[in-house]
């Protein structure tokens, strides 16, 4: 298996402007997570899904920020309008079952200026 | 409210050397207790876990060492090499909840 795939691995965008990030996670695996990457911050998680359906958004940060899954292979984490201060470094993450280690993807560098 | 606390924040050892990071946690639901590792411009790796019916784990150079009763966890590398200058996390999990991650520690490891 390729592993958890992102794209694009780096993304530079205006501030104000939509901002998609795409994900696809292992075969098989049930849980996709996104997660959120910064200095001050640390590694936050911001919405999770199983078996498509999403369970638990409360860290997403605004409604500037949504995620959807069509189908158990595809996500998306969209960014609308953006903002300097969204500039972080988003991973997506699979796991089969919910008591296990979770594989990351390589991440989405995004920078908004 | 920081559910997992790890240090120190960075670390450098020298080629040889022991490398030690320490967690410690409130909650004693958790139930998997993993560390990760990270490269520069990679996502975190899973480099080695426990869960708490063992005191210790070990794969290769890399030990964990889990305290129960003190809620505290540890990852040790031993003979400690430059390519495993990395970022370290540890994090915990329960069936209950989702992985959470320590702030990470970086590590140098000097030839």
């Known amino acids: 298996d390729a592993g958890v795939i992102q794209s694009p691995r780096h993304e530079v965008t205006e501030m104000g402007q939509e901002v998609t990030l795409r994900c696809k996670p292992i075969?098989?695996?049930?849980?996709l997570f996104w997660y959120r990457q910064t200095m001050m911050r640390g590694l936050e998680l911001l919405i999770y899904?199983?078996?498509?359906?999403?369970?638990?958004d409360s860290g997403m940060p605004e409604d500037r920020f949504s995620a959807k899954m069509p189908n158990a292979s595809f996500s998306t984490l969209k960014i609308q309008p953006s903002e300097p201060r969204d500039s972080a470094v988003y991973f997506c993450?699979?796991?089969?079952?919910?008591?296990?280690?979770?594989?990351f993807g390589s991440g989405t560098r995004l920078t908004v200026v | 409210q920081q559910q997992v606390k790890q240090s120190p924040q960075s670390l450098i050892v020298q080629k040889g050397g022991i490398s030690i990071i320490n967690c410690a946690y409130e909650?004693?639901?958790?139930?998997?207790f993993p560390w990760y590792q990270q490269f520069p411009g990679k996502g975190p790796a899973l480099l080695i876990a426990i869960r708490p019916d063992v005191s210790e784990k070990k794969e290769g150079r890399f030990t964990i060492s889990f305290n129960k009763s003190a809620k505290q966890f540890s990852l040790h590398i031993m003979d400690s090499q430059p390519g495993d200058s990395a970022t370290y996390f540890c994090a915990v999990l329960s069936g209950y909840s989702t992985l959470t991650f320590g702030k990470g520690t970086m590590l140098l490891v000097s030839p």
């Open positions: 993450a699979s796991s089969l079952g919910q008591i296990d280690g979770y594989t």
């Open positions: 909650n004693t639901a958790f139930d998997y």
């Open positions: 899904f199983n078996n498509n359906v999403p369970i638990d």
């Open positions: 075969s098989g695996h049930d849980y």
